[in-house]
């Protein structure tokens, strides 16, 4: 059995409504990055760091301070294009991009559900594409052995459970909606079956100075 450990990256803009105003991190998600390299340094046997090449999980990664670990990039852990898909979702259905928590808790289950059904249009990555490019990343990343930190986004997690799971895709948006930043996961791969090992855990800001630290946007 391999062991891998799956990092979201850390708060990024809040508030942002196109992808390149959202992609890198607010100084409270570098904050919660060098926590929780603190808390990933008392831990050890993490002996690599891989992350997707978006800027938030790049800073995240970098954030972590596991230098004596090799960092190296993976574009299949990259997120989904929400933004993208979000200008579909108004266009066709005429269904604005959400202002606040609320709002936004009920438009994922939306944005999934058209890009689930194949109605984002030729342009855009497919879900199938998506998922199959997620669980690669996550394939290759076993292969190479225990003792892998990736840093990655809510929609790589988000798939990867519902893939360990054998969740549906209301389940799915769920569980997008409840990972927060820095959150750690753990998948352990037993031959070609992939399992769900801890979900959302945050070990590092789990202490009471630091629980207004504890985010989901």
């Not at 891998?4 to 607010?26: F, M, N, P």
């Not at 076993?142 to 893939?163: E, K």
Request: one cysteine or more.
């Amino acid at each position: 059995m391999t062991e891998l450990t799956l990092i979201r990256h850390g708060q990024a803009i809040s508030g942002a409504t196109t992808e390149a105003d959202y992609d890198r991190l607010s100084n409270l998600g570098h904050q919660q990055a060098r926590w929780l390299g603190e808390h990933l340094q008392t831990l050890g046997g993490f002996d690599r760091v891989v992350s997707g090449t978006m800027r938030r999980q790049r800073e995240t990664a970098v954030g972590l301070n596991l230098d004596a670990r090799p960092h190296r990039e993976d574009p299949r852990l990259n997120e989904l294009d929400y933004f993208t898909l979000s200008q579909v979702l108004e266009a066709r259905d005429g269904i604005p991009f959400p202002t606040g928590p609320m709002s936004f808790a009920a438009h994922v289950p939306q944005v999934l559900q058209l890009w689930r059904e194949g109605h984002a249009g030729p342009d855009h990555e497919t879900y199938d594409h998506f998922r199959d490019r997620v669980f690669g990343a996550l394939t290759d990343a076993a292969r190479d052995g225990p003792g892998a930190v990736l840093v990655t986004s809510t929609g790589v997690i988000a798939t990867l459970c519902a893939l360990a799971l054998g969740l549906e895709a209301e389940m799915k948006a769920r569980m997008f909606l409840r990972i927060m930043n820095t959150s750690v996961h753990r998948f352990v791969f037993d031959g070609d079956v992939l399992h769900l090992a801890q979900f959302g855990a945050t070990p590092h800001l789990d202490v009471p100075e630091r629980r207004a630290a504890r985010t989901y946007y």
